[in-house]
């Protein structure tokens, strides 16, 4: 999947604390990473970038602008209706 397919994607993070929890790219960067976001306030997860190594990409996907804030995304969320989705934990 290239760089530029992945904004707006809903990914499961791979590695670190937050490791199961799922999240939407908001921003590609140019060094291989991504700006992932839960928001916080839904999964817990909270905005930061990451290697796309560290990402599973879902085939769910959100329609937000590039570099959007956490309410704008949590409204694409809610507009897709993946609130349940997103909450739920992914287990390896």
Do not use: F
Not at 1 to 23: F, N, S, T
Not at 39 to 56: D, E, F, I, M, Y
């Amino acid at each position: 999947m290239a760089a530029k397919d992945l904004l707006g994607r809903v990914c499961v993070k791979l590695a670190g604390r937050d490791a199961g929890a799922k999240g939407v790219v908001v921003s590609v960067k140019e060094d291989g990473a991504v700006v992932l976001t839960g928001p916080k306030s839904l999964t817990g997860l909270r905005r930061r970038k990451v290697n796309v190594k560290h990402l599973v990409p879902t085939p769910r996907k959100v329609e937000i602008r590039e570099d959007a804030t956490d309410d704008e995304v949590l409204e694409a969320i809610k507009k897709a209706g993946l609130e349940n989705y997103m909450v739920e934990r992914y287990e390896a």
